[in-house]
């Protein structure tokens, strides 16, 4: 695994998602991954990719909040890349 931090995380307990910036030769990009968390028997947190029926519509709105987060990443990106345009 990669140090590489994710650009937003959203967090709905027991369930988040790492919203991940990356970049090819057309431009930037963004992946999402989701994840559940637990206790196992020892009582430490552990952490699943898969999920019970329960948690399927806590696990809908994380995903509808990190699309949200990434419409907000790209106007930023936009306007970032509109700034250094002027400024070049």
């Known amino acids: 695994m990669s ?3 994710p650009a937003a995380k959203i967090s709905l307990y027991p369930v988040s998602a790492a919203i991940w910036r ?3 030769p ?3 990009f963004y992946s999402v991954s989701f994840e559940r968390s637990y206790k ?3 009582g430490k947190f552990q952490t699943s990719s898969t999920f019970n029926p329960t ?3 806590l696990l ?3 995903a509808d909040l990190a699309e949200t987060r990434i419409r907000e990443l790209r106007a930023s990106d936009r306007q ?4 250094d345009e002027e400024a070049a």
């Open 3 to 5: 140090d590489k931090k």
């Open 22 to 24: 990356n970049q090819n």
């Open 26 to 28: 057309k431009g930037t």
């Open 40 to 42: 196992d028997e020892a």
């Open 55 to 57: 948690d399927l519509l």
């Open 60 to 62: 809908a709105k994380v």
């Open 80 to 83: 970032s890349d509109q700034a």
